[in-house]
């Protein structure tokens, strides 16, 4: 089984969702060996988990708050999205860049995460970023990859997963401009157990190229 992570990021508003969903559904991914993943903007979580009933999509979201409740304005706490979404990414890049999320950040948002049935989906810029103990998946994501059309090869990423020694059973993912041209390098080894999906997965016919590939 390959996990399919869509990051749609700061895009999409409820529309486009919606069409993204609907187009999605109709191209029928009948492929038990993948699980789709699409984490859109927090507020559109809901709405899009009704729309998504009959499907085999899951949804994640984005972030999550490091407090669980309180005098904390704007937060989107573990507690909030506890049965509205499976999953959630933490740690990526861009938060640590742009919110600058350290480590210790980090590990209170895993902790949440799991205390309200939360799977992260625990992002790592490189080896020398620490991981949680308590963290199932873990998306490699090298910077100059996200974003640029650069992905990095998956001999580079197999090197990666070694340094890390993960315990067994941990999930290992890649993410950095994984297209349906290059995706299909990384599925020749079964060490590579999915993907984060940055541009590609914006248009839902591009992301099911993708995903179709397994
Ligand atoms: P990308 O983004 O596929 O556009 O490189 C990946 C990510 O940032 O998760």
């Given at each position: 089984?390959?996990?399919?992570?869509?990051?749609?990021?700061?895009?999409?508003?409820?529309?486009?969702?919606?069409?993204?969903i609907?187009?999605f559904i109709?191209?029928?991914?009948?492929?038990?060996?993948?699980?789709?993943?699409?984490?859109?903007?927090?507020?559109?979580?809901?709405?899009?988990?009704?729309r998504i009933k009959n499907s085999n999509i899951?949804?994640?979201?984005?972030?999550?708050?490091?407090?669980?409740?309180?005098?904390?304005?704007?937060?989107?706490?573990?507690?909030?999205?506890?049965?509205?979404?499976?999953?959630?990414?933490?740690?990526?890049?861009?938060?640590?860049?742009?919110?600058?999320?350290?480590?210790?950040?980090?590990?209170?948002?895993?902790?949440?995460?799991?205390?309200?049935?939360?799977?992260?989906?625990?992002?790592?810029?490189?080896?020398?970023?620490?991981?949680?103990?308590?963290?199932?998946?873990?998306?490699?994501?090298?910077?100059?990859?996200?974003?640029?059309?650069?992905?990095?090869?998956?001999?580079?990423?197999?090197?990666?997963?070694?340094?890390?020694?993960?315990?067994?059973?941990?999930?290992?993912?890649?993410?950095?401009?994984?297209?349906?041209?290059?995706?299909?390098?990384?599925?020749?080894?079964?060490?590579?157990?999915?993907?984060?999906?940055?541009?590609?997965?914006?248009?839902?016919?591009?992301?099911?190229?993708?995903?179709?590939?397994?």
């Open positions: 089984m390959r996990y399919f992570i869509a990051n749609w990021k700061a895009n999409k508003d409820l529309n486009e969702a919606f069409q993204w609907d187009t109709k191209l029928q991914l009948n492929n038990g060996r993948v699980k789709v993943v699409i984490c859109p903007p927090s507020p559109l979580l809901y709405p899009l988990k009704e899951e949804l994640g979201a984005q972030d999550i708050s490091q407090f669980e409740e309180g005098k904390y304005t704007g937060e989107i706490t573990a507690k909030t999205l506890k049965g509205l979404v499976d999953y959630s990414i933490v740690g990526h890049s861009e938060r640590r860049k742009y919110f600058n999320e350290d480590y210790d950040t980090l590990s209170k948002k895993v902790l949440l995460a799991k205390k309200y049935d939360i799977e992260p989906i625990f992002c790592i810029r490189g080896v020398e970023d620490k991981i949680p103990q308590e963290v199932n998946i873990v998306t490699y994501e090298p910077v100059y990859a996200i974003g640029t059309g650069d992905n990095e090869s998956p001999e580079i990423v197999l090197k990666v997963k070694k340094s890390l020694k993960l315990d067994e059973g941990k999930f290992f993912l890649y993410g950095g401009s994984v297209d349906k041209n290059n995706v299909e390098s990384y599925l020749t080894t079964l060490q590579i157990d999915g993907f984060l999906v940055g541009t590609a997965s914006l248009d839902p016919e591009e992301f099911f190229a993708v995903v179709k590939k397994v």
